[in-house]
T-cell receptor
Framework: DQQVKQNSPSLSVQEGRISILNCDYTNSMFDYFLWYKKYPAEGPTFLISISSIKDKNEDGRFTVFLNKSAKHLSLHIVPSQPGDSAVYFC??????????FGAGTILRVKS | KAGVTQTPRYLIKTRGQQVTLSCSPI?????VSWYQQTPGQGLQFLFE???????NKGNFPGRFSGRQFSNSRSEMNVSTLELGDSALYLCASSISGGLYEQYFGPGTRLTVT
């Protein structure tokens, strides 16, 4: 039972355009959401997070949107750069300790 | 400041054997969490240790166990290996277990033949 789903295994975007990565969750107890980026042969690195009391959080080129009623969050990267090419994981938590991850989306930014 | 280190980086084992993986957290970090990453499954939480005590546990069989030492270094053990245990095993450390403060190591790639 996957409580966090990233339904797009991969996404290809032109450099300079917007990348939108989506994530759906089923557990209404989740109250904290994070995005991680992972390059090959490296561990995931924290990118941006959002609490369920907010619907948007922005950090530079990265913005995360949360739609609680739809149990959906998305990560927007604007403008996309070739260095953004990586696997992006969405993660959620409801107890402040344990993270539940999605399967990841491979983003390829073409120059 | 040195990052999270994991040893070994690559490992090949045979079905039925056991394996021990090691994780050294960032200096000063007392929480270590372990995850299993397989294609199509993302990262699945195994367990978390804090101050030598297991604080949280995921839904994995008892063949998966861990421990943490007084210097916060952690080991994960998998006994009676199965082909399905082939995965990338990641550990993450944080000062006290805060989710947004987790720093991941590069992982140990385990292949079971």
């Amino acid at each position: 039972d996957q409580q966090v789903k990233q339904n797009s295994p991969s996404l290809s975007v032109q450099e300079g355009r917007i990348s939108i990565l989506n994530c759906d969750y089923t557990n209404s107890m989740f109250d904290y959401f994070l995005w991680y980026k992972k390059y090959p042969a490296e561990g995931p690195t924290f990118l941006i997070s959002i609490s369920s009391i907010k619907d948007k959080n922005e950090d530079g080129r990265f913005t995360v949107f949360l739609n609680k009623s739809a149990k959906h969050l998305s990560l927007h990267i604007v403008p996309s750069q070739p260095g953004d090419s990586a696997v992006y994981f969405c993660a959620a938590s409801g107890d402040g300790n344990k993270l539940v991850f999605g399967a990841g989306t491979i983003l390829r930014v073409k120059s | 400041k040195a990052g999270v280190t994991q040893t070994p980086r690559y490992l090949i084992k045979t079905r039925g054997q056991q394996v021990t993986l090691s994780c050294s957290p960032i200096s000063g970090h007392r929480s270590v969490s372990w995850y299993q990453q397989t294609p199509g499954q993302g990262l699945q939480f195994l367990f978390e240790y804090f101050s030598e005590t297991q604080r949280n546990k995921g839904n994995f069989p008892g063949r998966f166990s861990g421990r943490q030492f007084s210097n916060s270094r952690s080991e994960m053990n998998v006994s009676t290996l199965e082909l399905g245990d082939s995965a990338l095993y990641l550990c993450a450390s944080s000062i006290s277990g805060g989710l947004y403060e987790q720093y991941f190591g590069p992982g140990t790639r385990l292949t079971v033949t």
